[in-house]
């Protein structure tokens, strides 16, 4: 079957979801990046207050975004597609749920309140003072680099389908 004939675009919420994440994560990662080094008596005011509240949003939005599809029948996978690059697809949402919560482990140990702008407060994830959610902060940088290099490979991978190959790949969530 011809390959732009078999293309389905995502639904209009799944659209919606999904550019609603990279928004998010866009400001997030601009955040983080101006945000001051974190250390021992340093207080989540500022744009580290800031930065825990968008982890809380990124959290919500990849959760309803997950049930949205489970009651949904997603689009499949276009013909060409290799089997690597959906298991990359499966990874990176996964990453996207477990940044936030390794956040909030850590925001936790230090004994900060994790909140979703000031409005709906969310109860701890590691005990104050707990190592374990201490050293969570440590990967909690680390899995931030990945997702970053993951979403550069992402970025790349969806121009190189609509600007070199011409599929319509990337309509599908346009």
């Keep these: ?71 949904r029948r997603e689009p499949p996978p276009p013909v060409a597609l290799p089997a690597s690059l959906r298991i990359v697809s499966r990874v990176t949402h996964a990453l996207l749920v477990a940044l936030p919560l390794l956040g909030w482990a850590n ?4 004994g ?15 005990a104050t003072g707990s190592p374990l959610g201490r050293q969570l902060g440590d990967v909690h940088q680390a899995v931030a680099i990945g997702l970053l290099v993951v979403i550069g490979l992402h970025v790349l991978g969806a121009l190189y389908h609509g600007v070199i190959v011409r599929d319509r790949t990337l309509q599908r969530m346009l």
């Design 107 to 110: 925001a936790s140990a230090r």
């Design 112 to 126: 900060w309140p994790v909140t979703l702008f000031g409005i709906l407060p969310l109860p701890p994830l590691s």
């Design 1 to 71: 079957m011809n390959e732009t004939i078999r293309t389905e675009r995502y639904s209009a919420v799944a659209r919606l979801l999904h550019w609603s994440v990279v928004g998010l994560v866009a400001v997030q990662f601009a955040i983080a990046w101006t945000m001051p080094d974190i250390g021992r008596g340093t207080e989540p005011v500022g744009l580290i207050a800031w930065h825990l509240s968008f982890g809380v949003a990124i959290l919500a939005v990849m959760l309803v975004r997950a049930l949205w599809r489970l009651s």
